[in-house]
């Protein structure tokens, strides 16, 4: 298990590295299209619970109007939501959004695969099960997100999350970057696609966090 370990912190580190510099030139291009489409920065940055319960600042390009956090639903994202641009849309269908995550990865506060990292204001109301989700780096890809990801119940994320942990393998790690890169390939977009339940069931709306 131990080398297993060591496995998965060379394959984040390194995988990081490789898809950084891949992405360098496409990365330059999505930024140019993000502030020719809206104003405003070309990054989103939102604080995150990772493991141990720090918190982070985690990046994603942005994919709404400046401010949308104080518009409609605030941090949460709902079907059609107006606040999402034109190539806002398009990030999002393909989770390239997602991709800048990457230089988290590198600077070891997440990792490729792992439970995908709370919001601090969930992270606050974890019960003593959920908060196994913090045993571990947060990452990238999860059990969940090829389970269903925001198709999925509050309750069914945090039991694949456990699952996960309880499981772990590096070829379990494997199987869901494979799975990720399909659901990537495939432009299947899940955002704003079902009823999503809120947190911890309560008050059920067609939403989801950013």
């Not at 080398?3 to 360098?24: E, I, N, P």
């Not at 956090?69 to 034109?86: A, C, L, P, Q, S």
């Amino acid at each position: 298990m131990q080398f297993q370990r060591f496995l998965k912190t060379q394959m984040d580190f390194w995988g990081a590295l490789a898809g950084l510099l891949l992405l360098a030139v496409p990365f330059l291009i999505i930024a140019v299209l993000i502030r020719l489409n809206s104003k405003g920065s070309v990054f989103f940055k939102q604080e995150r619970v990772g493991k141990q319960g720090k918190v982070f600042e985690m990046l994603k390009f942005r994919t709404m109007v400046e401010g949308a956090v104080h518009m409609g639903r605030g941090i949460e994202v709902e079907r059609n939501d107006f606040r999402i641009t034109k190539v806002g849309k398009w990030l999002r269908r393909f989770r390239i959004d997602e991709f800048p995550q990457l230089i988290s990865v590198l600077e070891g506060k997440m990792s490729l695969v792992g439970p995908r990292p709370g919001l601090p204001h969930q992270a606050a109301r974890y019960t003593e099960s959920e908060r196994q989700r913090l045993s571990v780096l947060p990452g990238m890809a999860s059990m969940d997100m090829i389970k269903g990801g925001n198709l999925l119940s509050w309750e069914e994320r945090i039991q694949w999350d456990v699952w996960y942990i309880d499981h772990w393998s590096f070829l379990l790690d494997l199987k869901i970057l494979l799975g990720t890169l399909f659901l990537i390939l495939s432009g299947k977009d899940e955002y704003g696609k079902g009823v999503i339940e809120d947190y911890r069931g309560r008050n059920p709306a067609e939403k989801v966090d950013f």
